[in-house]
């Protein structure tokens, strides 16, 4: 029943579910420079992780019929090797740099000449004799992607003609990406257990991917030649993912947050303190899907727990699953 190896990566636009305003535009940004015989405006992807931001820089690669190179910041740690993958680069390649609030500043602000102009100022010789030298690029397209925006600078941020912030799917687009990669995979599943996933994977592909696998494995175990909704929810309450996609990291922050604080206003850094948690994890991970699910409000005050977060918790307090 499985073949994991196969890639599951959509390669072209017309794949790609959902993010329909992002697409419409990419369209005519892909069309034009193709038309123009031109490079593509340095392009910024942001939003939490699994949203398709590696994915649809893939796809803008084969879409413009041009080589991808991927990096991340953390892995670029000097002026020089960034020079290097610069110097490598092909007229209209695209560098894909994940991560990319993670650069070092020093390399930051090579990286601005080479994203404004497609030169590359380097210093050569030692001392004394140190003279910088500056080397034409060709012409190539920066996508980064982040899961922080607050954290790339203005200058680097402004260097980005084109930028989109990708939103957390619907049940739905979930759905559609399940039975897709089911096939894929040849994994048979029923529309109506698909949704299930659709509506326990917090809005994110990669989750409803990896619950996908996750239910296969249980089926196969169950010797069930296709996935229906039973399995979905025995395999979810397995692994502890409730009937609104919540799992325990979710149930940590809600019980402090309900319980510990009263609902709120709290502050993020406290909140992160009492959690144990790292401040980006709950920023990136958690809070943008409880957001979406009208269980927590950011205010400037704080983060508050509404109505519904909190009659949640009040029922998962009798509840054994918890
Ligand atoms: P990110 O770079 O934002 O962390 P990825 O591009 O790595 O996310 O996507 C995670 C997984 O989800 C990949 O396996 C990808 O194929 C799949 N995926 C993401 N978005 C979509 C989509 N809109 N349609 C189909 N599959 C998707």
Redesign the pocket.
């Known amino acids: 029943m499985q073949n994991s190896n196969k890639t599951?990566?959509?390669q072209k636009l017309s794949?790609?579910?959902?993010?329909e305003s992002i697409k419409e535009s990419l369209k005519v940004f892909i069309n034009s420079a193709k038309s123009r015989n031109a490079t593509l405006d340095h392009t910024l992807?942001y939003?939490p992780?699994?949203?398709?931001?590696?994915?649809?820089s893939g796809i803008i690669a084969n879409e413009l019929g041009v080589s991808i190179k991927h990096t991340t910041g953390p892995a670029i740690e000097k002026v020089g090797d960034l020079a290097a993958i610069l110097i490598g680069l092909s007229k209209g390649d695209i560098l894909f740099i994940?991560e990319i609030h993670r650069l070092p500043k020093s390399v930051e602000e090579v990286l601005y000449s080479a994203m404004e102009d497609f030169k590359l100022p380097i210093v050569a010789g030692s001392k004394r004799s140190a003279h910088t030298i500056v080397l034409n690029l060709n012409r190539f397209t920066l996508i980064g992607?982040t899961t922080r925006f607050g954290l790339i600078s203005p200058p680097l941020r402004d260097r980005f003609g084109i930028v989109y912030h990708?939103e957390l799917?619907t049940p739905e687009?979930l759905k559609e990406?399940v039975l897709?990669?089911g096939k894929i995979l040849n994994i048979k599943i029923s529309d109506e257990a698909a949704l299930l996933i659709g509506k326990r994977a917090r809005g994110v592909?990669?989750i409803a991917?990896q619950l996908l696998r996750r239910v296969r494995d249980f089926a196969e175990v169950k010797n069930k030649r296709i996935i229906d909704s039973e399995v979905v929810i025995e395999a979810c309450s397995s692994l502890r993912i409730d009937e609104f996609g919540l799992n325990e990291l979710d149930r940590k922050y809600l019980h402090n947050l309900v319980g510990k604080f009263k609902g709120g206003p709290v502050g993020i850094e406290t909140l992160s303190t009492a959690m144990g948690e790292d401040k980006g994890t709950i920023e990136d991970i958690i809070e943008p899907y409880l957001m979406k699910i009208n269980f927590v409000l950011r205010t400037p005050k704080g983060r508050i727990a509404t109505i519904k977060a909190r009659k949640y918790i009040g029922k998962s307090e009798e509840n054994t699953l918890f």
């Open positions: 599951i990566r959509p794949d790609f579910v959902g993010q992807f939003g992780p699994g949203l398709g931001k590696t994915t649809l994940d992607a990708l799917y687009e990406i897709h990669d592909p990669r991917i």
